[in-house]
């Protein structure tokens, strides 16, 4: 069983940076690929970044591949994602996910709840 919590959403002018964390329950933690997703009010959930359980992997939408950078520090639990460069379609509420036995997360087990960003113009 893991917990995840996201943290550091907010406003951000148009070009700006946020830096969002998930810190994650449980001591298997590193044994887990990570991931990022997003979802705006209408549309389905949608896939952002993702990391595998090393960290040696990762993948971007390409909307967001050059802008956004995803990492893990398995020591303290937690996977980070550093956006750069946002822009107003950026807006959504982002999610930490985890799935087990994997490389790559395809279909997560456990979803944070959710961090909500905002990006003004």
């Known amino acids: 069983q893991v917990q995840l919590e996201e943290s550091g959403g907010g406003l951000v002018q148009v070009g700006g940076s946020l830096r969002l964390s998930c810190a994650a329950s449980?001591?298997?933690?590193?044994?887990?690929?990570m991931g990022w997703f997003r979802q705006v009010p209408g549309k389905e959930r949608e896939f952002v970044a993702a990391?595998?359980?090393?960290?040696?992997?990762?993948y971007y939408a390409d909307s967001v591949k050059g802008r956004f950078t995803i990492s893990r520090d398995n020591a303290k639990n937690t996977v980070y994602l550093q956006m750069n460069s946002l822009k107003p379609e950026d807006t959504a509420v982002y999610y930490c996910?985890?799935?087990?036995?994997?490389?790559?997360?395809?279909?997560?087990?456990?979803w944070g709840q959710g961090t909500q960003v905002t990006v003004s113009s």
């Open positions: 996910a985890a799935q087990a036995h994997t490389i790559v997360i395809v279909t997560p087990d456990y």
């Open positions: 449980g001591r298997t933690f590193s044994s887990y690929a």
């Open positions: 990391i595998s359980w090393s960290g040696g992997s990762t």
